[in-house]
């Protein structure tokens, strides 16, 4: 087998071949992460994922993630090919919204405006009005409240909580939740804040209300790495998948980060937040994907990325 260095000499080769580029989520293993940097990929959050993807002139998008984040960038750019380093990286999120009982949700509530997360298979975004991510998500429902409008939410039952409470939007919230944020623990945590009271908070939204509660700032995966570099404290406590340390700690070297504790650990234990799905990602099946791209190419058929699109593409033009 060949070792790092070589895999990596490999995977560039290939890039430069195939006119290809990786997009990378923050959660990835941080060997991809440095060489998306390392090669004009993008490494981001969900949102600026589409968006870079949609934008960049390669032929190919290598996406580094999860399989909705693949779907997505094919909807958006059909004519590039879109691979991922292995197709069975799912989310719980998008697993447990199987699009017929979504429909079936929907057609029960017609007049709700629907809005899905991201974080949804292509055929559930087909169905929705809105698609929305976790750095967009309070504006666009705000936008839709101050238009009089009710909303049908899926799929986080979490980050749809919290939208509802700061927003005051009339929201019917779908049950689903992430299997990673939903295991953070808010009793651990305030032992955790009491041994480090000078630490701030930073949660993701997809955590439980009471862990929410205790944020000084909460938000997507970027506005967490935003707000390590500006919050004044020297010491944070962070809520959300550990894959985000490699940035945050790049942003801000100087701080000391400390893991937010999950279920059946103590506040002293290194948390194990960590996305099963997103840590099949790595450099052996980068290089497998590049190298036989027809075996890892995600495909959306097309009377479903004509709906989808519409519903995805209401959110850049949104967020632009
Ligand atoms: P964001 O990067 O948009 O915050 O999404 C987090 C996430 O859970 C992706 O799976
Ligand atoms: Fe889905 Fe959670 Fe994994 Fe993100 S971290 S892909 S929301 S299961």
Not at 84 to 95: I, N
Not at 234 to 251: N, P
């Given at each position: 087998p060949l070792d790092e260095a070589a895999l990596i000499a490999r995977i560039k080769a290939k890039l430069v071949e195939q006119n290809a580029v990786m997009v990378v989520h923050y959660y990835v293993d941080a060997v991809l992460q440095r060489l998306a940097d390392e090669t004009g990929g993008r490494v981001s959050d969900s949102l600026d994922m589409a968006a870079f993807g949609a934008e960049s002139a390669a032929q190919t998008l290598v996406v580094c993630g999860v399989r909705f984040m693949g779907e997505t960038a094919k909807i958006l750019?059909?004519?590039?090919?879109?691979?991922?380093?292995?197709?069975?990286?799912?989310?719980?999120?998008?697993?447990?919204?199987?699009?017929?009982?979504?429909t079936a949700f929907c057609d029960a509530h017609?007049?709700?405006?629907?809005?899905?997360?991201?974080?949804?298979?292509?055929?559930?975004?087909?169905?929705?009005?809105w698609v929305v991510t976790s750095s967009n998500a309070l504006?666009?429902?705000?936008?839709?409240?101050?238009?009089?409008?009710?909303?049908?939410?899926?799929?986080?039952?979490?980050?749809?909580?919290?939208?509802q409470?700061?927003?005051?939007?009339?929201?019917?919230?779908?049950?689903?939740?992430?299997?990673?944020?939903?295991?953070?623990?808010a009793e651990a945590l305030a032992d955790l804040k009491r041994q480090h009271p000078e630490a701030a908070v930073l949660v993701h939204p997809e955590s439980p209300k009471a862990v929410v509660d205790m944020a000084d700032v909460v938000g997507?995966?970027?506005?967490?790495?935003?707000?390590?570099?500006?919050?004044?404290?020297?010491?944070l406590i962070v809520a959300t998948d550990k894959g985000i340390f490699y940035k945050m700690h790049e942003a801000a070297p100087h701080k000391t980060l400390i893991e937010a504790p999950t279920r059946g650990h103590s506040a002293t234990c290194v948390s194990c937040?960590?996305?099963?799905?997103?840590?099949?990602?790595?450099?052996?099946?980068?290089l497998a994907a590049l190298e036989n791209p027809a075996a890892h190419e995600i495909q959306v058929s097309e009377p479903v990325r004509v709906e989808a699109v519409r519903s995805i593409e209401r959110m850049l033009d949104f967020s632009r």
């Amino acid at each position: 087998p060949l070792d790092e260095a070589a895999l990596i000499a490999r995977i560039k080769a290939k890039l430069v071949e195939q006119n290809a580029v990786m997009v990378v989520h923050y959660y990835v293993d941080a060997v991809l992460q440095r060489l998306a940097d390392e090669t004009g990929g993008r490494v981001s959050d969900s949102l600026d994922m589409a968006a870079f993807g949609a934008e960049s002139a390669a032929q190919t998008l290598v996406v580094c993630g999860v399989r909705f984040m693949g779907e997505t960038a094919k909807i958006l750019s059909p004519e590039k090919r879109v691979i991922m380093p292995t197709l069975q990286a799912e989310c719980s999120l998008d697993l447990g919204c199987p699009a017929d009982e979504f429909t079936a949700f929907c057609d029960a509530h017609p007049d709700r405006t629907v809005v899905v997360y991201a974080n949804t298979s292509a055929a559930v975004k087909a169905r929705a009005d809105w698609v929305v991510t976790s750095s967009n998500a309070l504006e666009i429902v705000g936008h839709l409240r101050d238009r009089g409008e009710k909303i049908l939410w899926a799929p986080d039952r979490h980050l749809g909580r919290y939208i509802q409470e700061k927003t005051g939007a009339d929201m019917l919230l779908w049950q689903g939740s992430c299997i990673v944020h939903d295991e953070f623990r808010a009793e651990a945590l305030a032992d955790l804040k009491r041994q480090h009271p000078e630490a701030a908070v930073l949660v993701h939204p997809e955590s439980p209300k009471a862990v929410v509660d205790m944020a000084d700032v909460v938000g997507s995966t970027s506005r967490l790495i935003r707000a390590a570099i500006e919050l004044p404290n020297e010491t944070l406590i962070v809520a959300t998948d550990k894959g985000i340390f490699y940035k945050m700690h790049e942003a801000a070297p100087h701080k000391t980060l400390i893991e937010a504790p999950t279920r059946g650990h103590s506040a002293t234990c290194v948390s194990c937040a960590h996305c099963p799905w997103m840590a099949m990602n790595g450099l052996v099946n980068v290089l497998a994907a590049l190298e036989n791209p027809a075996a890892h190419e995600i495909q959306v058929s097309e009377p479903v990325r004509v709906e989808a699109v519409r519903s995805i593409e209401r959110m850049l033009d949104f967020s632009r």
